[in-house]
């Protein structure tokens, strides 16, 4: 292919160079619009200077805090492996002027132990985690590294992120430490991807163009402030490489995981206190006075429940979760265990043909002496 386009090349090269064409009714510019069109272009060029400039000073904040993990897999009978898993994570402080630990993703460590992971930090120091946690059902893990001079990045509000908002992602894709893509916000509230061999149960993705391949996973996903605001994870892909669909746990769920993983080894998953209809379809909405199939039907209410509290009812058809309209009952399960728990959240019901609306403070499932 090169020999065929350096001989394209030359054969052009010697071509008779044709006439200057101008477009049809094109008038030629005078030498004074030709000035003018050149400092306009020149103003352009340098707003979109400001604009690189800006991701530029991004960048240069956040990488010092962006690592490189190697995972050797632990086989059985102790045969040995030269195969490594490889990702990324970022170093993040729970609370101000605490101690430093590594977030990545679950998946990138969890055939692994400390002695066969190494974490490159920023300056190309490779050390082994001391301790490490996580929890399969949302893909986050934490690392401690005793390292010194560790820089933890600035955390964002992921809740305030919109779609077409501006990103960065920043990680090792393919083993190419520090590299750095740029996107937006494409989506909010994915869920149902299939992860982790059915592991990952609790999902509400931000959905991002922003080029993130193998080796991405754990690496942050970035706003135009330098905050971290997403945990990249997943990509939708046929071939394995990036399709410009990629998803990232929200910053505020990482980040809440991952400090009561520290604080106490385990997860508080939210509580409503409801069973749900597995049988709701399109016939049984429309029995019950909605136009279409939407939401998800109450078949009972716990006693003593936060569902019980705020009133909630069965054959009450949720339709919305704080603000956010249900597409069915997994949806609803996974934004419930997301929710932090104490938290009030506004919730829509359809009931005896009208709209209702509640309020339900989200309770802790470990006090109700329920299972996952």
């Known amino acids: 292919m090169l020999t065929t386009l350096i001989a394209s090349c030359l054969a052009a090269g010697m071509a008779r160079p044709a006439a200057a064409q101008l477009a049809p009714g094109q008038p030629a510019l005078t030498e ?79 055939n692994s132990s400390e002695p066969h992971i190494r974490v490159q930090l920023f300056d190309g120091r490779r050390i082994s985690p001391t301790e490490i946690w996580s929890d399969p059902h949302t893909d986050v893990a934490v690392m401690k590294v005793d390292a010194s001079d560790l820089a933890p990045a600035r955390i ?19 083993g190419l ?26 999902q509400n993705f931000l959905q991002t163009d922003a080029a993130i391949n ?34 990232s746990i929200p910053v505020n769920i990482a980040m809440r995981i991952g400090e009561q993983l520290t604080r106490t080894g385990q997860v508080r998953r939210g509580y409503l206190g409801v069973k749900l209809d597995a049988l709701f379809d399109e016939r049984r909405a429309r029995a019950a006075g909605l136009s279409r199939l939407v939401g998800t039907r109450i078949k009972s209410v716990e006693p003593n429940s936060p569902a019980a509290v705020a009133e909630l009812r069965p054959d009450d058809i949720l339709i919305e979760y704080n603000g956010v309209r249900i597409e069915d009952d997994d949806h609803l399960i996974s934004m419930v265990k997301l929710t932090e728990i104490g938290q009030e959240m506004d919730v829509l019901v359809f009931r005896g043909g009208r709209q209702v609306r509640a309020r339900v403070r989200i309770g802790d499932m470990s006090q109700f002496d329920l299972t996952e």
């Open 32 to 110: 004074a619009e030709r000035d003018r069109q050149y400092e306009a272009l020149a103003e352009d060029v340098a707003a979109m200077d400001r604009l690189l400039g800006l991701v530029k000073r991004v960048v240069r904040l956040v990488t010092p805090s962006v690592v490189h993990i190697e995972a050797r897999p632990i086989r059985e009978l102790r045969v040995r492996s030269d195969v490594q898993e490889a990702g990324s994570g970022v170093v993040v402080q729970f609370s101000p002027g605490g101690e430093k630990y590594v977030l990545t993703n679950r998946h990138v460590i969890k």
């Open 156 to 174: 964002g509000d992921s809740n305030v992120m919109e779609i077409g908002d501006p990103v960065l992602a920043v990680g090792s894709p393919f």
């Open 177 to 202: 430490s520090q590299s750095v893509t740029r996107g937006i916000i494409s989506a909010k509230g994915r869920y149902n991807l299939e992860l982790g061999e059915g592991e990952v149960k609790y």
């Open 214 to 247: 193998p080796g991405n996973s754990g690496g942050p996903l970035i706003n135009m402030r330098g905050e971290v605001i997403g945990l990249n994870t997943a990509i939708a892909s046929n071939s394995g490489g990036n399709e410009g669909i990629g998803f």
